[in-house]
DNA sequence: CTGTTAGCGCTTTCAC
DNA sequence: GTGAAAGCGCTAACAG
């Protein structure tokens, strides 16, 4: 079996008090027994073992990350900024998914609270007061990523949707768009949907842009939703010369039912999307698009929640700047 | 402080051994003290010390999940399938990236073994024979996926590369092409490099095509990797009818260049892909790729390290089936 | 500089 | 059916 640090001070005589100090560099020891334990240490491939001493220091070094089940592709980079990150201040990462709708919830933190988890980033996943309380019940700082509560009971990290939907739309007007469509929105969506028609409807009012309800399609921001959306503008002969794909899936199904009717993008019709995934770049054209900075959200929210172990103090929120994205799928027309 | 089954024995006057054998289910108690203990338990948010309770069992109840930082976007599949396997089966998965190349692979071991994981799964890292060795050293079951090693040393899952790149290239000869060009492939990449070029090879040769090295554009796997091919096939006057992009992403490069050149796709060009990642549904036209069925890759691999971790045997290695999922970009000629 | 001791929270014999 | 006691591997006072 694998050595232990009574194996060691068996081989060299010492106690295991001295075998600890020595492997966790803590001084109070002289060089000769430290070269002594050090070389039947490495001998026996001797390697700690992080549950017991989670066990004594009553701390797991684990932060836990939990996410829903969908594989889109940005959680790989949220997924990379925080192991990363995590990885440098020497805490290993717990991951559990919380199924597609969150309902697994509950679940993953019964296994975060288990594993005794330092701290908890949460991605995406849309929690309720009930949820929070929950969260808030283990006792260890916790982070949303890329989401937020509905009374900012919990520390976040996302952009603003408002805002970036309202740049996206002000982009398209200034490149002399006024028959903008808003497409693939979940109105229910209070994080992602709501913000994202409301940024939209402002931009257009602030320029005197009437909004029309009929401009705005409903969906779950899917490629098949941008893909319906446009069909839907097609067939009801609504007049469109821009649309606001609500993420890059929803804008390259647009561009893809728009090449079905022999519409050209960005000639015949401008598109922009939103999240800035490695698809904007690889569309045809490249898709001008709002860029989230997942990796850095990953890092920063993991970095937030290391701080706050050490701290014990609270988190704060950030809303994480946006940008755009801009390539070659909105054109200026007039 | 969280409530331990001291403070429920306490509360309860019977002694921890019986608490542990109730909350385990045990057997050997009455239902009366089975009722007082679980009332208490649950009155006091009683959650169970897995740290604690792994170092009495030596056993952690954990996958290890070790794989690249490469966000690309297949692995999330992959990690989907594991994670949800091993959740069924009640275990956690702790996951550790190995860095872009793997540098980071032996970081990785040192975390599985203090963390006693009980069982691993390597995704896409490819190892050496010291490596091997290393990973061996745990003694605990370990699968790779999506990869495998020179020498049959470890046990992995993963399509057979050579048989799927012929099956690509004769689908294209198939459809009448006989130039047909191979994009994107790093041929000093033993696993998902050297058979797919033996691949093509192969099916060309079986067809009585001549094969051309100059036909094969050597690359990373990346959209840029294909972007780069197209242009060098047209700078270099180079006829090509079709070509195989080893990766989907190196796919969609092709078709951009083509594009960028007034090509179009497949009317002037066919392409074919591979991975069958999200992107080719999406892609204009969407993609004929080769799939690798990556969320039962996840699934299987997980499993296999489970069944090993119970029986206590050795794990097999599989042969996955891929696909050919036909979209529209391959047209036929002649 | 080093050893003794106690204990983290839990499971698991072995008694009764 | 239940309890006492030992021990998993480690750290952390406290002595010396």
Redesign the pocket.
């Known amino acids: 079996?694998n050595a232990?640090?009574?194996d060691i001070a068996k081989i060299a005589?010492?106690?295991?008090?001295?075998v600890?100090?020595v492997?966790?560099n803590a001084g109070?020891?002289?060089e000769?027994?430290r070269k002594k334990i050090m070389d039947i240490a490495n001998k026996l491939g001797y390697r700690?073992?992080e549950m017991?001493?989670s066990?004594?220091?009553?701390s797991s070094n684990i932060i836990g990350v939990i996410m829903p089940n969908a594989a889109t592709i940005f959680y790989a980079d949220i997924v990379n900024g925080i192991e990363s990150m995590a990885h440098t201040n020497g805490y290993s990462v717990i991951l559990s998914h919380s199924g597609v709708n969150g309902n697994r919830f509950n679940e993953c933190m019964d296994i975060m609270a288990a594993r005794k988890v330092d701290g908890l980033v949460i991605v995406t996943v849309e929690l309720n007061t009930e949820q929070v309380k929950l969260a808030e019940s283990l006792n260890i700082p916790f982070i949303l990523l890329s989401t937020d509560t509905p009374d900012n009971e919990a520390p976040y990290i996302k952009v603003n949707d408002f805002d970036a939907a309202y740049a996206a739309t002000e982009f398209l007007i200034i490149n002399g768009h006024t028959k903008i469509g808003l497409a693939g929105v979940d109105p229910n969506d209070r994080v992602a949907g709501m913000p994202r028609i409301e940024g939209y409807k402002k931009a257009l009012e602030d320029n005197r842009i009437k909004f029309h309800s009929y401009m705005v399609k409903f969906g779950d921001f899917s490629f098949y939703a941008g893909k319906e959306a446009m069909k839907e503008y097609l067939k009801e002969n609504i007049l469109v010369t821009a649309v606001f794909g609500v993420s890059d899936d929803v804008a390259l199904g647009i561009i893809s039912a728009a090449y079905d009717h022999d519409l050209k993008v960005p000639e015949d019709l401008s598109v922009i999307g939103y999240d800035n995934t490695r698809v904007a770049e690889m569309s045809i054209p490249p898709l001008t698009s709002i860029s989230q900075p997942f990796l850095e959200m990953g890092e920063e929210g993991c970095q937030r929640v290391i701080e706050a172990i050490h701290s014990k103090k609270g988190i704060s929120s950030k809303i994480i700047s946006y940008s755009l994205e801009i390539r070659e799928s909105v054109k200026k027309i007039m």
Request: zero cysteines; charged letters at 15%.
């Open positions: 079996m232990t640090i009574k005589n010492v106690s295991t008090a001295t600890s100090r492997l966790n109070g020891y002289n000769t027994t700690r073992n017991a001493r066990l004594v220091q009553n």
